[in-house]
């Protein structure tokens, strides 16, 4: 099936080879698609012959950007933890809600209280509230089992929803998430079940695309990381990090060593860090909303460009550190904390999130041979659409060329 887009009052292609703050704006736009594929896009005068005739719709002058990529969430999990947000704003720290039996393993305890059906039937609720948002591709870690059969019952919730569509759903094994209570004196232990079952358990059911590992004081050391990122790789996963969130934790440079396709967070990342991240093509996938609702000082982006280092943005959305899956609030915050531009931001939550997750030959941008997912906006530019923050200014959204909201 293929179909036209009309009367886009400015469309944002976010080419692949953009550089920062290049979104390939285009004023006057059209759109035109086939068998769920871009195969033009451009000033409405230079229109092909070939697709003039096709089903045409009118996006009343909408601004139409690549379908937003939430490029790391922890989607699935029960219960909150509003709790810890009340004692953060009365000055406890991350450390010491740990310490206390909160923080992750509060979350792991729900959760693996928790059935399939109940963590999926939630899971889609949130997707469906994304979608609303404009969000067409996400990001899914487990990481709140922490057992064998609670991380595979995390991941096999995601199949699920990738199954069930529309959007792409990108699964991450999470299994090095803390090191749960009951191995604190055996951490070897842990990360030989981590490295030697389940890595090839869910590996056998093709349950994850990548394998995650939060290496900070706290969780697990670089050494830890080394191990199962090997055992990983032998199975196919490919590595991406929590890194240098709280602490330097040499995160950085441990993701350009393992090949990761990103390293997120970041906060406390040093020059060499970063510097070590651009030889390597690491993409830094930074998360305002994590570090706001932690009053922790968030990364400057522009320390990424200058250093060469391609910066992606994203939710972090979890129960506790980030309770909150609005990927456009996340955008405005990474403007006004972390001082990137509002076009910057945008290829942040589109074509860099796509290279975050090994999909820039997918989806990410409005260039033909892509994907046709996009999103229209109620907003003047893009500058208006980030600045001006509401609910939601999305008008319509359209996965493989097909509306769904
Ligand atoms: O990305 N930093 C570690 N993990 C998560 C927190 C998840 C949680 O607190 O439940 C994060 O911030
Ligand atoms: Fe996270």
Known sequence: MNGLLTNISQLAICPAAGRPGDIGLVTGAALAWN????????????????????????????????GLIDCHTHLAFAGWRADEFDRRCRGATYQEIAASGGGIMSTVRRTRAASETELHARARGFLESMTDLGITTVECKSGYGLTTE???????VYRRLREEGPQTVVSTFLGAHVVPPEFQSRR????????????PRLASEQLATFCDVFVEDGAFTPDE?????????????????????????????????????????????????????????????????????????????????????????????????????????????????????????????????????????????????????????????????????????????????????
Not at 36 to 53: L, N, Y
Not at 150 to 156: A, C, P
Not at 188 to 199: G, P, Q, T
Not at 368 to 384: I, M, Q, T, Y
């Open 188 to 199: 070897a232990e842990y990360v030989r079940l981590v490295s030697e079952e389940m890595v």
């Open 225 to 405: 990381a080394r191990q199962i990122f090997a055992a990983a790789g032998r199975h196919g996963l490919r590595p991406k990090l929590h890194a240098d969130q709280l602490t330097d934790s040499d995160g950085a440079a441990l993701a350009a060593e393992v090949g990761a396709v990103s390293a997120d967070h970041l906060e406390c990342v040093r020059d060499a860090g970063l510097a070590a991240m651009a030889g390597g093509g690491v993409v830094a996938v930074i998360l305002p909303l994590a570090s706001t609702y932690l009053q922790t000082r968030p990364l400057e982006a522009r320390r990424c460009f200058q250093a060469g280092v391609p910066v992606a943005v994203a939710t972090d959305f979890n129960p506790g550190t980030a309770p909150s899956y609005h990927l456009p609030l996340a955008l405005m915050l990474a403007c006004t904390a972390s001082r990137m531009t509002p076009a910057e931001a945008l290829q942040g939550a589109t074509i860099q999130a796509a290279r975050a997750l090994g999909l820039a030959e997918e989806v990410g941008s409005l260039e033909s041979g892509k994907r046709a997912d996009f999103v229209l906006l109620d907003a003047e530019s893009v500058e208006h659409w980030i600045s001006h923050f509401r609910p939601n200014a999305v008008r319509a959204v359209f996965v493989g060329g097909r509306r769904i909201r």
């Open 35 to 66: 068998q769920g594929r871009i195969v033009w896009a451009g000033p409405t005068e230079s229109m092909p012959a070939q697709v003039r005739g096709w089903p045409a719709e009118d996006a009343q002058g909408a601004l139409v950007v690549p």
């Open 150 to 156: 609670d991380e595979l019952k995390l991941l096999r």
